[in-house]
C-alpha cells in the first residue's frame, strides 16, 4: 500500500493516542512490525507558538520510517504553518485529528467537531495539501451524532480537496468508546473513494483484522485500544496474516515486555516521569493476568524503577511456586 509517495511496510497500523502513542510506546510497535507508525496528537496552534511541551511530541529522531504525525486545529493557515514545522522535523505523512471525541478538544471547535463543518474540514486540507510536499491524510468518525452520519459525504470531499487517505472510526462522537463500531461504514468509504482507507473500530485479536479486512475491504487496519498493555497484537496480526500461527504472550513475556517498556520510557524522559507515566501502562500489561489486584495497587504507589522491578519479580516467583 502506498499513501501519496509513502510505500506502507504492511497492513498493520498504529492509532494515534494521546498520552499513549510517545517515542517509547512508537519503538515497540517497530519492533513489533507495525507498518505504519503515528504520533500523538499535536496542537498546531502550539506547535506555531514553539510550545516546548508540544515541541518535545514531535521529537522523531531515531525512528524507523515511515511516521505519521497528527495535527489537530480548526484554523487552516495555522494548521498549515504547523504543517510546515512538522515535515521539516522529518514527518513522512501529516494527519489531521477530526475525530477526537475529547470535551476540551471539541469546544474548540477542533477534533470531531469538524465533522459538522465540512467546508472548513476540506478548506483545511486544501491550505495544508498546498504548503506541504508530503502527503495529507484525515482521521474522522461516522458523524457527531447517531442521527447525522456524514462519513461518506465528508470522505468524498476531503478526497476531492486532496487528502491522500481516509482513517475512519466508525463511531460517532456522542458514542465515544461505547455500543459497537459499524464497520459497513468502512466498507461504504472503501466503495467511494480512490484513495486508501484505514479501517478501525473495535480490533482485539487478528482475527478481527481479516475479518474487517474482509468485511471492508479497507487497506489497512488501524490498532488502538487493543495494543494498550498488548504489543504482541501487532507481531500476531502480522503473523496471522501472513498464514503463521501466532502464540499469546504468557505472563512472564507480559512482565518482561512490561519491564523493557519501563526501561525504554526512563532513558527517554527519566525516572520520575517515566515510572508515574508507566503506571498506566503496566496496569494494561497486568490486564487479564490472575491475582494482579494488589501488585496493580503497589505500582500506581511506586516511585522508582527498583520498587516496580522488585513488586513485577516478586509476582512472577509467586506465580511459577
Known sequence: MRIG???????????????????????????HGCGLIY?????AKALTYKNMKTKILLDLTGEEKPIAVQLFGSDPEIMA????????EGAQIID???????????????????????????????????????PITVKIRSGFRPENIVALQLSIALAKAGASAIGIHPRTRDQYYSGKSDWQVIKKIK????????????????????EMLEIT????????RGVLGNPWLISNTRDYLSGTAY???????KVKGALFHLDLIIQLKGEEIGVKEMRKNIAWYLKGLPRTAMIKES???????????????QYILMEKS
Not at 504520533?39 to 496542537?43: C, F, K, L, R, V
Not at 502464540?247 to 513475556?253: C, F, G, L
Open 39 to 43: 504520533t500523538e496528537m499535536i496542537s
Open 217 to 224: 475491504r479497507c487497506d489497512a487496519v488501524m490498532l488502538g
Open 299 to 313: 505500582v500506581f504507589k511506586a516511585k522508582t524503577r527498583a520498587e516496580v522491578f522488585n513488586l513485577l519479580d
Open 81 to 88: 504553518e504547523a504543517a510546515i514545522i512538522v515535515e521539516k
Open 5 to 31: 509517495s509513502v510505500e506502507i511496510l504492511n497492513r498493520i497500523v498504529l492509532a494515534p493516542m494521546a498520552g499513549i502513542t510517545d517515542k517509547a510506546f512508537r519503538l515497540i510497535a517497530r519492533m
Open 191 to 210: 466503495d467511494s473513494v480512490d484513495i486508501p482507507v484505514i479501517g478501525s473500530g473495535d480490533i482485539w485479536i487478528p482475527e478481527d483484522v481479516e
Open 247 to 253: 502464540k499469546r504472550p504468557t505472563a512472564e513475556e
Open 96 to 134: 489531521i485529528n477530526m475525530g477526537c471525541p475529547v470535551p476540551k478538544v471539541v469546544k474548540n471547535g477542533e477534533g470531531s467537531a469538524l465533522l459538522e463543518k465540512p467546508e472548513l474540514a476540506c478548506e483545511i486540507v486544501r491550505t495544508m495539501r498546498q504548503a506541504v510536499k508530503v
